[in-house]
């Protein structure tokens, strides 16, 4: 169970294109969805957190409007990258968590990742 | 602050414990994780432990949690070559809302 996969494993694209990632639980309902970004032979680092129907919450630092999130329904949750150019190149991970329970711990389940690569 | 530190790198031969050990920071954290990332993939839950435990057992995997000292471990044991891979340990902050991440270990196995 908890199964999250993210779509596409893979992009290259040009300059100023704006590219969509897909993260979909598709065995459970994610209530939270969380999108991290990860350089080669770095850690994760947390970009913003998306609830299901409500705004992203955006870590310092991160430009709302250059990575756009959209948290439409429990199972499924974008990321936008818009006009992107070769800096936004970098490893793109979410993940996605159940709903809190009393103990507070729902482990957060991670896709597979997107390599965004910029030319 | 939020720092989570581990070793960057560990050798270990096939067969041999391994023991990847993590520092953090934040003494109100609920829980313990610990993530395996294989090359080119995602983040793999391999197992957590509750803060108000000392330790934690599940098949060859063995967590132990130094609250005191705020160290945190993850010992392999019988290590196999399919368990190369970066291992991040990460805390449980905001509230349990947010994990923040240790910055990786890779672990080799060597024939």
């Known amino acids: 169970g908890a199964v999250v996969s993210q779509h596409p494993s893979w992009v290259i694209c040009k300059s100023g294109t704006s590219v969509k990632i897909e993260c979909r639980s598709l065995?459970?309902?994610?209530?939270?969805m969380f999108w991290y970004r990860q350089f080669p032979k770095q850690s994760l680092m947390l970009m913003a957190t998306?609830?299901?129907?409500?705004?992203?919450?955006?870590e310092q630092g991160v430009e709302k409007d250059k990575f756009l999130i959209n948290h439409a329904s429990l199972t499924l949750s974008t990321l936008t990258v818009t006009s992107a150019h070769p800096e936004d190149s970098s490893f793109y991970i979410c993940?996605?968590?159940?709903?809190?329970?009393?103990?507070?711990?729902?482990?957060?389940?991670f896709g597979d990742g997107t390599r965004l690569s910029i030319l | 602050g939020e720092d989570v530190e581990q070793s960057l790198f560990l050798s270990v031969r096939e067969g041999d414990s391994s023991v990847i050990n993590c520092t953090y920071t934040?003494?109100?954290?609920?829980?313990l994780y610990w993530y395996k990332q294989e090359p080119g993939a995602g983040l793999q839950l391999l197992t957590y432990?509750?803060?108000?435990?000392d330790m934690k057992q599940d098949q060859r995997l063995t967590v132990l949690l130094n609250k005191k000292d705020k160290h945190l471990s993850l010992r392999i044991a019988d290590t196999q070559t399919g368990d190369s891979a970066i291992y991040f340990c990460?805390?449980?902050?905001?509230?349990?809302?947010?994990?923040?991440f240790g910055t990786g270990t890779q672990l080799k196995v060597e024939l």
């Open positions: 990460a805390e449980s902050t905001g509230g349990g809302n947010k994990l923040t």
């Open positions: 934040d003494s109100s954290s609920t829980y």
């Open positions: 993940s996605a968590r159940e709903r809190l329970t009393r103990t507070g711990n729902q482990p957060q389940h």
């Open positions: 998306s609830n299901e129907g409500s705004k992203a919450t955006y």
């Open positions: 065995d459970f309902q994610a209530t939270t």
């Open positions: 432990i509750f803060s108000n435990m």
